[in-house]
């Protein structure tokens, strides 16, 4: 089910980040009292009446020549574009402004659902101060605090209303969804053209220069495919045009609808934190993932190179020992050959199952070889095991005590389990939980 965007746009300094905090439930955004701190858009996934969303804290949007301002009001207006329903924030102490009247002419003009909230309503007594909102044609105002979490429910019942409806829409469980991420010009268009063999994507050196993510379906050995290529993730800190900010969330998005990732190298590169960065997401998703490390053509090497680079990724990326490694070059098609079988057999580990007789027998004979561990005085004992959930594959072991249960016992069963079933490409959870 495709989830909701919710975005949240105003000028600088009326409180977005704070109420886009509220909403999230966890301190994300940087909150300070400076107009325009907020320089990227930071993008949460929420809830509310058990609907899922995600939303979008965009910078403010102000009318003038500043780069800074400039630049955010064309984040925001990237934001805008991707949003189901905006929220206009406005700030009830300063009252209504110029600059909030631009901002709704351009609200207006975009044609989506906005819902207006009047931010710093902190007492009861100041809600005739909302009156003159109602000049901007967006219905009734919505009085808020974010200071003190006033009358964030009722807005968001307003926004609620808004969302599209869900339709049951039927997913062809048969086909494999993968997308590729990475950093900018690592080769993922590349990489694209010469899975369909045809120039679909534009391909340039210039990095960035993919802007959107293409969904394109294929069957190749009778097992039918969709691949999202997604735009460039480039590492935060660093000043960079919008449209690339903007291509993380495409990124996450496109992550979120997958059922395997491949995580794009650059091998003459060599990696990057950033290529780390880019992983995490994918294994927090709880994604199939295949590593490709691309341009291996491009690569001097002996006998020793390939081993050599398996090593060193292993190295960094340790939280993807499960995942596959393939290499390969895009621009000469060289070793393309290994690519979706690593695909298929990754999916395939994501989704398996195991009987629950069978998994308790490699219980049994991990604890015989690796006694459960003592603390304070009391020893771990474990009951059974079974697997409650594939994508990714998901197993609860029933104990006396779950905080007895260390990280490194866990990594020990699922290391057990591993070697026992396989999994290979594909994160496994391990939840611990007392038996009744």
């Not at 189901?84 to 110029?98: F, P």
């Not at 249960?405 to 396989?422: C, D, M, V």
Request: glycine content about 6%; hydrophobic content about 40%.
């Amino acid at each position: 089910m495709k989830k909701p965007v919710v975005a949240i746009v105003g000028r600088p300094n009326v409180g977005k980040s704070t109420i886009f905090n509220r909403i999230v439930g966890e301190r994300v955004s940087i909150v300070e009292d400076i107009p325009g701190v907020t320089r990227d858009r930071i993008y949460q996934e929420a809830e509310w009446l058990n609907r899922k969303f995600d939303i979008i804290d965009t910078g403010g949007i102000e009318i003038g020549d500043e780069p800074l301002l400039m630049q955010i009001r064309y984040q925001a207006e990237l934001a805008i574009d991707e949003a189901d329903v905006i929220i206009l924030m406005t700030n009830g102490k300063e009252g209504l402004t110029v600059s909030d009247e631009e901002v709704a002419e351009l609200l207006i003009r975009s044609k989506k659902p906005v819902v207006l909230a009047v931010n710093k309503i902190d007492n009861p007594n100041m809600r005739d101060e909302i009156y003159d909102y109602y000049t901007l044609g967006f219905g009734t105002p919505f009085p808020i605090s974010g200071s003190h979490g006033l009358g964030i429910g009722d807005l968001l019942d307003e926004v609620f209303t808004h969302f599209p409806k869900v339709e049951e829409k039927e997913v062809d469980e048969d086909v494999i969804r993968f997308c590729l991420v990475g950093r900018p010009n690592v080769g993922k268009s590349s990489l694209v053209n010469a899975i369909l063999g045809e120039e679909r994507v534009i391909v340039s050196d210039i990095e960035g220069t993919t802007r959107d993510a293409i969904d394109t379906d294929l069957v190749r050995d009778g097992q039918k495919f969709s691949i999202i290529d997604t735009a460039g993730m480039r590492r935060k800190g660093k000043v960079y045009e919008s449209t690339e900010k903007y291509s993380v969330l495409r990124a996450l998005k496109a992550i979120d609808r997958s059922n395997c990732v491949l995580v794009v190298l650059n091998g003459e590169q060599g990696i990057r934190e950033q290529d780390k960065r880019i992983a995490s997401y994918a294994h927090e998703a709880g994604r199939a993932i295949v590593l490709v490390v691309n341009k291996w053509d491009a690569v001097t090497k002996d006998d020793k190179t390939m081993n050599r680079m398996q090593e060193k990724i292993r190295e960094e990326f340790q939280f993807l020992d499960y995942a596959q490694i393939v290499f390969l070059s895009a621009k000469t098609k060289s070793r393309m050959h290994t690519l979706m079988p690593a695909i298929v057999s990754s999916v395939e580990s994501h989704q398996k199952r195991v009987a629950t007789n069978v998994l308790n027998d490699v219980l049994m004979d991990a604890i015989a070889m690796n006694p459960t561990p003592t603390h304070n005085m009391k020893r771990l004992k474990i009951y059974y095991m079974t697997q409650v959930a594939v994508e990714p594959p998901t197993f609860v072991v029933f104990v006396n005590d779950p905080g007895l249960l260390h990280f490194s016992y866990k990594r020990f069963l699922e290391n057990r389990i591993r070697e026992a079933f396989g999994f290979e490409g594909t994160p496994i959870h391990i939840i611990a939980r007392t038996r009744e």
